[in-house]
């Protein structure tokens, strides 16, 4: 019996953990010793974040955790969390809570983009973090992928979005800093619909354009 029943769920925070050397094994080769690393003392004490992280890859794809996995669905978090790395576990995991779709975000990928020194390490980045979110939600219409665009060069955020989405890119994120503001923008399609919305700070949703 899934968590969810009786009416249609939409999860609109979902987040991909990142290991450690996720981001830097889709970029292109000439750029990956140059990205940031993330710090595992973000998310808590490095020893113990370094053991959560051992336990999701052991657990990762195994047939014999998925019990255990089912058991604690709503308790375990962060790399200890079903599907928390591994798509395949991701897909069961929807299953078992009855969703019928969620956004993806990636959780360190954008930090890790921002902290390059170069320009063009950061859009080297975000071309990675677009490819990394493809594949994992690649094969589910249920999980709609998220990813980053950095406006630091303007002209280059489309070109590079449209280099990296020749497939259907489910959803997307933009953020950009200016003069001490913000604003994220996502858009969520498929074949047949399109909703493109933009929040801001203050909390202000805008209906850009609706092809649903």
């Known amino acids: 019996m899934p968590y969810a029943e009786g009416r249609r769920f939409f999860d609109a925070d979902s987040h991909l953990m990142e290991t450690p ?3 830097a ?3 292109e ?6 990205i940031p690393g993330f710090s595992l003392g973000g998310t808590g004490p490095a020893a113990f974040v370094e053991k959560m992280i051992a ?6 794809g195994n047939p014999a955790e ?3 996995h089912e058991a604690e669905l709503m308790t375990r978090k962060s790399w200890d969390a079903y599907g928390a790395f591994d798509r395949d576990d991701r897909r069961r995991a929807l299953d078992a809570l009855g969703f019928d779709a969620q956004l993806v975000f990636s959780t360190f990928a954008p930090g890790q983009a921002d902290r390059a020194k170069d320009v063009d390490v950061t859009y080297a980045a975000t071309r990675a973090l677009t490819r990394g979110m493809l594949e ?3 094969g589910d219409p249920r999980l709609l992928p998220v990813t980053y665009v950095p406006v630091t060069v303007p002209e280059r955020a489309p070109i590079d979005l ?4 020749s497939g259907p890119l489910s959803s997307e994120l933009q953020m950009h800093r200016k003069q001490g503001a913000r604003t994220r923008a996502w858009k969520a399609s498929g074949r047949s619909r399109r909703l493109v919305l933009v929040r801001s700070d203050s909390g202000a949703i805008q209906v850009l354009r609706d092809e649903r």
């Open 21 to 23: 050397e996720w981001l």
């Open 25 to 27: 094994s889709y970029a």
């Open 29 to 34: 080769p000439s750029f990956r010793d140059r």
């Open 55 to 60: 336990r999701g890859r052991a657990r990762a």
């Open 66 to 68: 998925r019990p255990a």
């Open 136 to 138: 994992f939600c690649a």
């Open 162 to 165: 449209r280099a990296e989405t």
